[in-house]
């Protein structure tokens, strides 16, 4: 897809956005056409985003076993379509639709229609994830994404001399599992590690949290941002109430701390277990999250 200067590329599996660029300047962390994707570069993420503790949960009185991908941390991760092959809807110069189907399984027995819609405007990418409910009972779902923002070339340690912004109140702290543990103001959790609201340059600062209490624009969205010292980089937009920041520590692709993935989503991880920010979905309803990408400077 092309645009405005903007160039993108964009996987059926999972719906990743493989590449985006402007002017020739990369905006995430990509990777090659013809490889896995590493980690979950550009993936979208549902029926939940981040983790579930144990791989169980209750809903309406029932419990629900889930497959335990992350044995490391002994959580479900991520959701259930990340390596899903998804379908080509609708499509264009500046545009794609992608369309799959959830299927019920062990763990997760409702069936949901997944819409994946990415869109070159004039401003940059502009993303929605839309969800119906084609079951005949109530569904529990969280929605996320998985960008891996770059302000510069994605080489070892890079991060460290990048500067973030993200306009949030409060960081919810996790044990050593990376499930939550309490919600904390920034301005005081860790010393004021993890407050990025009026931008910050992340040095050696090691970040694996979610954040909410956003401040947003005019038009209802949060904007997180991560600049280069020349003023370029790139703006993460969103309408969810929460965001996952990483600054990938453990390598990835061969790299480690080459990019920080900001990761808009509609809940908290565990949300499954809290219900925090869970969105429970009626038989034929949809929910929706939208996003946009976009270069500074």
Do not use: K
Not at 82 to 110: C, D
Not at 134 to 145: D, F, I, K, R
Not at 160 to 176: G, I, K, N, S
């Amino acid at each position: 897809m092309e645009r405005a200067g903007y160039r993108a590329s964009v996987a059926s599996v999972g719906a990743s956005v493989r590449a985006l660029t402007f002017d020739g300047r990369s905006l995430v962390a990509d990777y090659p056409a013809d490889t896995m994707r590493p980690a979950m570069r550009g993936a979208v993420l549902l029926p939940w985003p981040n983790r579930i503790a144990d791989a169980r949960y209750v809903f309406s009185g029932e419990t629900h076993e889930l497959t335990m991908n992350e044995p490391a941390t002994r959580t479900a991760s991520h959701g259930l379509v990340a390596w899903q092959e998804f379908t080509v809807a609708a499509r264009t110069t500046s545009s794609v639709v992608l369309h799959a189907v959830l299927a019920p399984q062990p763990g997760y027995p409702w069936r949901l229609s997944v819409e994946v819609a990415y869109v070159l405007e004039e401003d940059g990418l502009h993303q929605s994830l839309t969800v119906t409910n084609e079951s005949v009972s109530s569904a529990p779902v969280g929605l996320g994404a998985h960008p891996y923002l770059v302000a510069g070339p994605p080489v070892d340690d890079a991060v460290a001399d990048w500067t973030l912004t993200l306009p949030a109140d409060d960081v919810l702290l996790t044990d050593d599992r990376f499930l939550p543990t309490r919600l904390v103001p920034v301005a005081v959790a860790a010393g004021g590690a993890y407050d990025f609201r009026e931008g910050r340059r992340l040095h050696s600062t090691a970040v694996n949290h979610a954040f909410t209490g956003l401040r947003r624009s005019a038009d209802g969205l949060a904007c997180a941002r991560l600049l280069s010292d020349d003023g370029t980089g790139v703006e993460l937009a969103w309408d969810g109430d929460w965001v996952q920041v990483y600054t990938a520590d453990e390598p990835s692709g061969g790299v480690r701390r080459h990019a920080v993935a900001v990761e808009p989503m509609t809940c908290p991880p565990d949300a499954f277990t809290s219900r925090v920010g869970l969105r429970v979905v009626e038989p034929g309803a949809a929910t929706t999250m939208r996003w946009v990408l976009r270069a500074l400077g």
